[in-house]
């Protein structure tokens, strides 16, 4: 009984929301995309992975990433984010069947799940088939479970900034999909009330819809801007809206470009180093200077920009940690700065000095 009562008012309602749209909501025919179809060609081939391999070990690593990013990040997360943009304005355009706004959500659900499994697959095969290798060298690292911490650390860093935020994601969409759908039933169930047709009927629809976008800004954010992903509270107490896509293409970059930085830390600290060198590791121009960056350079010990391991060497030698220096925004995105090992024989001096 009441499911009848919905298709009627959604009818009437729906019908003069969006005429375009309605032919698919009305035939119970939301079209789910499936995630084998959309992300078909998703997978890193052999090839590539030989080519990017090729680049980084010719010092062209931040190619290779950029490279990697557009063909096997960007595409796909697209495709992520056009699909629930689309998803999202189903549930906008008027009170869907039950069936159909379960399906919408069990789709957002399974290409969330597909899209961070490609994304982690790929990632792990472009860290250890083209980009490792060329670092271990760089850094003189041989120990296999050496090798094998770093990596670890760097996918643990790559699932923190990426899984959790398509986590995230996920339940802000289907919070957005839910939320426009209950207002809709209610809606539907005043304008029955009221029982009105034709000039009011329309009147009155356009003002729930106005209401709607002032009542849910972030949700006609995330429809028409693809900013899906909400930030956690910033420490100003307000929060951001991004574009997905933006923040995944950024998270990857920056990941890729931490696992030397990652490497040389991991190394660092299993050798009990007291510090490492801070240098410039790519020599492209940058667009904006980071002041951290341009103090650290400024700032020499015994001729070397130095950051420490540990609290104790920081206050020994009037240094910053390596984690103080990345809270001030030291190796953040499109940071070109990175760190390496000293030698004893500069420890040994440094150490005669500070005695
Ligand atoms: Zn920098």
Request: net charge neutral; hydrophobic share 35%.
């Amino acid at each position: 009984m009441r499911t009848e009562q919905d298709q009627i008012l959604w009818f009437q309602f729906g019908a003069l929301l969006s005429k375009a749209k309605m032919p698919t909501l009305e035939n119970n025919s939301i079209r789910i995309k499936d995630p084998q179809v959309l992300f078909k060609d998703g997978s890193i081939s052999e090839k590539d992975l030989k080519h990017y391999k090729k680049l980084v070990d010719s010092g062209e690593q931040e190619q290779a990433i950029d490279e990697y990013i557009e063909k096997y990040v960007t595409p796909y997360i697209e495709e992520y984010q056009t699909t629930i943009q689309n998803y999202i304005s189903q549930a906008e355009s008027g009170q869907l069947k039950r069936q159909d706004s379960h399906n919408l959500e069990k789709s957002v659900i399974l290409l969330t799940l597909a899209f961070v499994s490609l994304n982690t697959k790929n990632f792990e095969s472009f860290v250890s088939e083209s980009l490792s290798e060329k670092i271990f060298i760089d850094n003189m690292i041989k120990s296999a479970s050496l090798k094998k911490m770093i990596l670890d650390q760097t996918l643990s860093q790559f699932n923190q900034l990426t899984q959790n935020t398509m986590l995230e994601t996920q339940s802000n969409v289907l919070n957005h999909i839910r939320t426009l759908q209950r207002e809709m039933i209610v809606e539907n169930q005043k304008i029955s009330s009221l029982d009105i047709i034709g000039s009011k009927l329309s009147e009155e629809i356009e003002l729930f819809k106005k209401s709607l976008r002032k009542k849910y800004p972030d949700i006609y954010m995330a429809m028409e801007e693809g900013k899906i992903l909400k930030s956690s509270i910033m420490a100003d107490g307000t929060s951001r809206n991004f574009k997905l896509k933006n923040y995944t293409e950024m998270s990857v970059r920056t990941t890729l470009l931490n696992v030397d930085r990652t490497a040389v830390e991991v190394d660092a600290k299993v050798s009990n180093d007291e510090v490492v060198e801070f240098y410039l590791r790519d020599h492209r121009t940058v667009k904006d200077a980071r002041e951290i960056c341009m103090y650290l350079l400024g700032d020499k010990v015994n001729g070397k920009s130095l950051l420490a391991l540990t609290e104790e060497a920081a206050s020994t030698y009037g240094i910053m940690t390596i984690a103080e220096a990345r809270g001030q925004g030291a190796f953040g995105s499109y940071c070109r700065h990175s760190i390496k090992r000293v030698s004893n024989q500069f420890m040994k001096s440094l150490k005669g000095e500070y005695a």
